[in-house]
């Protein structure tokens, strides 16, 4: 028998208006979800999937019925971003784990689609399990970046897999043995976009309190900047297996969407042994799409078809199209401006209002002004945020509004004072006062 014990928090952060993340904490399921997507897209995107994840597990509650729930949940984003033309191209990210009972057995189903991630702690250190579905890290994958470079990257936020942005996803699954003392979190990346894993992991050796623990980690991603929303759920295995250090840490499947699963070694096929800490990852195919495996296998064993110039034209015209819509929104995104408010000082931003797709707002200048210095009557209008054409631009707005703060408190100021108005008697008109 396995017994667990949670813990959630979450913060709309400092620039955000909105929280756009969710937490799912239940006896047996725990998940976290960020949606994006303009105006109350992101919002509505989370909570759709939240909901409909929660529904179809409490149906089938399995792993293989975690990862169809996943999926069920991509088809209502998806249906409903089709069905209100204000809500195009919203989507959310997911990452979940459950405890289930297969075979006899508790075992924790862990899914991820999207960059949020899930982390274990086991015996003092700190383990990534998801894999990032994200543009940089695909690029980590390949070998044309670092992860050091990853995390810096311009692209970093461009995911490659997200909920309700497609008819289909590929859901990433993972069967995990719980070990007593185990400790798993789960976490949208204002939390990781701010912390490190050593910062990270010294908060949850010193925090017993799974609550207390994500209030914390969470309350450390606003110090350290909270340029996101951040949510964190932190999962302990309080009763479970005895850990067995000689067991193999992780047994990996294929994660190829649509590949078939492939069998431990020495393990017969579809019986993948678990150790107690082992980790099973594969990504979950259907019937469908193990017809189609196969079918591929048949295709290469007859040899591998040429690439037609009409082929390798196309790849090359679709490239350019990509590249230049993505150059597209990036010069869109990185030629605007606004002045909004953080913590009572008047800050100019690089981006859009609330965020433009996968890119966030970036901090220019801190200009020291305070909500004090300007008129109150601009105080509503700057905390939503107002867009000026430049920096320069921004600048001089707040030096406007700085000044006629002045001269509200000292009119007789030599600044303030408008020179009067010389009137020529023989003039035929006159300007009032």
């Known amino acids: 028998m396995t017994i667990l014990r949670s813990g959630s928090a979450t913060d709309t952060g400092l620039v955000r ?30 909570r759709l999937a939240v909901d409909e994840l929660q529904a179809a597990f409490g149906r089938q509650p399995t792993g293989a019925g975690l990862s169809d729930a996943v999926t069920e949940a991509n088809a209502v984003v998806w249906s409903h ?23 006899g057995r508790d075992v924790l189903a862990l899914v991820n689609v999207g ?21 940089a890290e695909e690029m980590v994958r390949t070998g044309e970046l670092t992860s050091t470079e990853a995390a810096l990257h311009p692209h970093r936020h461009i995911l490659t897999r997200a909920l309700g942005v497609s008819t289909d996803v590929a859901v990433d699954l993972w069967r995990i ?18 912390l490190g894993a050593d910062q990270i992991s010294e908060v949850l050796a010193s925090v017993s309190d799974p609550r207390q623990a994500a209030e914390l980690l969470v309350q450390a991603a606003r110090t350290h900047g ?36 492939v069998p431990l070694e020495g ?28 079918r591929r296998e ?38 605007s401006y606004f002045v909004g408010v953080d913590h009572n000082e008047l800050i100019i931003y690089q981006g859009r209002i ?22 109150s009557r601009y105080l509503p209008n700057l905390q939503t945020g107002v867009e000026e054409s430049s920096v320069d631009s921004a600048r001089t707005y707040v030096s406007n509004l700085k000044a006629t703060r002045a001269c509200e408190l000292n009119p007789s100021s030599l600044l303030c004072v408008t020179p009067p108005t010389s009137v020529v008697p023989s003039t035929a008109s006159t300007k009032g006062t």
């Not at 209100?84 to 919203?90: A, C, D, Q, S």
């Not at 009763?239 to 969407?257: H, M, Q």
């Open 17 to 46: 208006s909105v929280n756009q993340d969710l937490a799912v904490e239940t006896p047996t399921l725990f998940a976290v979800a960020d949606g994006m997507g303009g105006h109350a897209g992101g919002e509505v995107a989370s």
């Open 81 to 103: 971003s089709r069905e209100n033309p204000e809500l195009r191209g919203m989507g959310t990210t997911l990452t979940a784990v459950a405890l289930v009972n297969e075979n």
């Open 115 to 135: 960059d949020s991630r899930s982390y274990r702690f086991h015996d003092g250190e700190l383990s990534q399990i998801t894999t990032d579905h994200s543009l």
């Open 177 to 194: 043995q719980p070990v007593r003392g185990d400790r798993y979190l789960l976490c949208s990346d204002g939390l990781t976009n701010e």
């Open 226 to 261: 909270g340029s996101d929303n951040i949510t964190v759920v932190v999962v302990d295995v309080v009763v479970g297996e005895d850990d067995d250090d000689d067991a193999p840490t992780v047994a990996a499947v294929s994660s190829d969407f649509g590949s078939p699963a």
């Open 267 to 294: 393990a017969p096929e579809g019986a993948a042994e678990l150790y107690p800490g082992s980790v099973e990852h594969q990504a979950t195919p259907s019937r469908r799409e193990r017809r189609r495996a196969k």
């Open 298 to 335: 048949r295709r290469v064993a007859r040899g591998r078809r040429l690439i037609t110039f009409r082929t390798l034209l196309f790849v090359i015209l679709l490239g350019a199209v990509v590249y230049g819509a993505l150059a597209a929104v990036r010069w869109y995104d990185t030629n």
């Open 354 to 375: 609330g965020g433009f797709l996968w890119y966030k707002p970036q901090v220019v200048d801190r200009t020291a002004v305070t909500t004090a210095d300007v008129p």
